[in-house]
């Protein structure tokens, strides 16, 4: 079964702070993904990764980067989190599209509160 | 990315009653995938739909996808409890590969 990890399921931070969410995927797959999910809005695509040190921004990246600098790692980086970031933040992985699926496998979330 | 439409929001239904959602697309799509989330949990995926008019089935769960490919639907025949939880259609169109995912409809089986 494919397993994605998240490196914390909860989260608090300050105004200000540089925040880390690492996610570890041990599927060797190509794609990686960062959402975020607000209620009533569903999942957000915030940057997507198709291989390690290429990434590509997605519906709303602004205020986050990321890094993959390894295959089975995805770090969403936020550089000066502010109170608007409060949210859930669930990683993705899937095979490429030439691999006949390309469904998404999720991790567990990590719930972010920035105060 | 693409403006996707999935309604209703919400929905309650008693214990056996029957439950559909829709998903509706202005552009033609070229796949769909709906997922499942319960509550406290994480999407998970449930089935992928290509071909124009698709059906399929699993179980008590029905997907279809329209012939023109702009829209999509799942329907529960006599719900149970453990079908609670919110219901995710994510197309992809054009050249992309990465789904756009619905805003989600939210499942409520009062026993």
């Known amino acids: 079964d494919v397993k994605v990890t998240q490196s914390s399921r909860y989260l608090v931070k300050r105004t200000g702070e540089k925040v880390f969410l690492e996610c570890v995927q041990d599927?060797?797959?190509?794609?990686m993904f960062w959402y975020r999910q607000d209620p009533g809005l569903g999942l957000r695509l915030i940057y997507f990764s198709y291989d390690v040190k290429m990434k590509e921004k997605g519906d709303i990246p602004e205020g986050y980067s990321v890094s993959r600098e390894k295959k089975e790692r995805f770090s969403l980086i936020l550089e000066s989190a502010s109170t608007n970031q409060t949210s859930m933040y669930l990683c993705?992985?899937?095979?490429?599209?030439?691999?006949?699926?390309?469904?998404?496998?999720f991790g567990p979330g990590t719930r972010l509160t920035v105060l | 990315g693409q403006q996707v439409m999935q309604i209703p929001q919400y929905q309650h239904v008693q214990e056996g009653e029957d439950f559909t959602t829709y998903c509706n697309s202005s552009t033609t799509l070229s796949n769909i995938q709906w997922y499942k989330q319960r509550p406290g949990g994480h999407p998970v995926f449930l089935i992928q739909?290509?071909?124009?008019?698709e059906v399929k089935k699993q179980k008590r769960l029905t997907f279809q996808f329209g012939e023109a490919k702009k829209n999509s639907s799942l329907h529960i025949t006599a719900t149970q409890t453990t079908d609670v939880g919110t219901y995710f259609c994510?197309?992809?169109?054009?050249?992309?590969?990465?789904?756009?995912f619905g805003r989600g409809t939210s499942l409520i089986v009062h026993p």
């Open positions: 994510a197309p992809t169109s054009g050249g992309s590969y990465i789904p756009t």
């Open positions: 993705a992985s899937s095979l490429p599209l030439t691999a006949g699926t390309n469904e998404q496998f």
């Open positions: 739909l290509v071909k124009s008019g």
């Open positions: 599927m060797d797959h190509e794609n």
